[in-house]
């Protein structure tokens, strides 16, 4: 199996490993994965279900490594790698990346702490859990990096009360104009709710991610025109915020069915 040259936009089921290592060296600047956590359940709605259940730590990381090494050679030079866990396993996986990225240049750019604030927690014990943990990793010091400013609070738009004819918010001291650059900059603790079980972005995948947390990190770490790939893709989230901002996606799945509900995602983009 092999991508040939020009194909921009690419949907394939197949286990990622086999896919991965059929692309050439250095042929993608974004990989966003969000693999089975080993929750060591099976995930399930009435449209869709995987089996997240991959045994030991030690066996979960040994399935990832493989397939993270053959990521790693398939980033460009000024590639990143967003991987998606949560507590259960993200210090397993933080030294396995340290052990792939380090070696050879590469760098953990940041511990990105996603909390969604929704959802069921039947924890009665412990805190309830509320975040997922995204390491960013990049093959080299010189990574695409287009830094992200939250909107304008409400304070910041009564401090900036003016527009200019483009739509600039402005503010005028002492007879000069100052623009607002925009809200305060992206930190690593990001508050994006997850994706209300109503909502009309709902695909009917488990674990569909949602469309904001994609945008922003797919805005973040690389350029229009830039192959995007997402080797867990599920239901497509990742390719569709890659279409909207003008990237090339690339999606694999094993699923047939993650596959089919990507795909009518997508197509439904236009
Ligand atoms: C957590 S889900 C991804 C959800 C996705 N981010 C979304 O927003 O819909 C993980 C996916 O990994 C897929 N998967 C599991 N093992 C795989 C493998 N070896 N190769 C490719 N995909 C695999 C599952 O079928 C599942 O769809």
């Not at 250095?26 to 869709?48: E, G, H, Q, S, V």
């Amino acid at each position: 199996m092999s991508l040939s040259s020009g194909e921009t936009a690419t949907l394939i089921c197949a286990d990622c490993l086999e896919v991965l290592s059929s692309l050439p060296s250095n042929c993608a600047r974004l990989i966003y994965l969000d693999p089975p956590f080993n929750t060591r359940k099976r995930r399930c709605t009435r449209l869709a279900s995987f089996e997240d259940a991959f045994g030991t730590s030690a066996e979960y990381v040994a399935f990832l490594q493989p397939r993270l090494e053959q990521m790693h050679r398939v980033l460009d030079e000024r590639g990143s790698l967003f991987l998606h866990c949560d507590w259960r396993t993200s210090h397993h996986v933080r030294l396995l990346l340290d052990s792939v990225f380090l070696p050879h240049g590469g760098l953990c750019v940041n511990q990105i702490i996603w909390h969604y604030g929704l959802g069921a927690s039947r924890s009665t014990r412990r805190l309830l859990t509320k975040h997922d943990v995204i390491f960013w990793y990049a093959r080299s010091e010189d990574y695409v990096f287009n830094p992200l400013r939250l909107p304008p609070t409400p304070a910041m738009e009564r401090k900036y009360c003016h527009r200019a004819p483009d739509g600039r918010r402005y503010m005028v001291s002492y007879g000069r104009r100052y623009f607002c650059k925009g809200g305060k900059l992206l930190d690593d603790v990001w508050d994006i709710p997850a994706i209300p079980p109503t909502a009309a972005e709902r695909v009917g995948y488990p674990t569909q991610k949602p469309l904001a947390l994609l945008q922003r990190i797919v805005g973040l770490a690389s350029e229009p025109g830039d192959l995007v790939l997402d080797p867990f893709c599920g239901s497509g989230t990742t390719l569709v915020a890659a279409k909207l901002l003008g990237r090339c996606w690339l999606g694999i799945d094993i699923n047939p069915d993650a596959i089919a509900i990507a795909s009518q995602r997508l197509a439904q983009i236009g």
